[in-house]
């Protein structure tokens, strides 16, 4: 089984940046297509971005296209998600999730997921 821990969620203004980990223990992680999804208080879960299990393929949700980056480190057993121009709307919880196969957007084809890391963004 694959185990998925968050961090370096926190407090930033808005115009500011944060970058998340998700680190992964267990087999085959290397195989796995990778995402990002967030949740606001009173919110239904939502798609951020995903990448495949090569890095090669990326697809992003059109709200952060262009201000957000996912990217892994296979070596590393991790995924990241560099936030930038972080606007007040971004407040969630962000999830690490992993699948066995390509990437997808919708979060019941997820196998994996991590407990949540609290981003929230001040105006």
């Known amino acids: 089984q694959v185990q998925l821990v968050e961090s370096g969620g926190g407090l930033v203004q808005a115009g500011g940046s944060l970058r998340l980990s998700c680190v992964a223990s267990g087999r085959t992680f290397s195989s796995y297509a990778m995402a990002w999804f967030r949740q606001a208080p009173g919110k239904e879960r939502e798609f951020v971005a995903a990448v495949s299990w090569s890095g090669g393929s990326t697809y992003y949700a059109d709200s952060v296209k262009g201000r957000f980056t996912i990217s892994r480190d296979n070596a590393k057993n991790a995924v990241y998600l560099q936030m930038n121009s972080l606007k007040p709307e971004d407040t969630a919880v962000y999830y690490c999730?992993?699948?066995?196969?390509?990437?997808?957007?919708?979060?019941?084809?997820?196998?994996?997921w991590g407990q949540g890391t609290q981003v929230t963004v001040s105006s």
């Open positions: 999730a992993a699948r066995g196969g390509i990437l997808t957007r919708t979060p019941s084809s997820y196998n994996y």
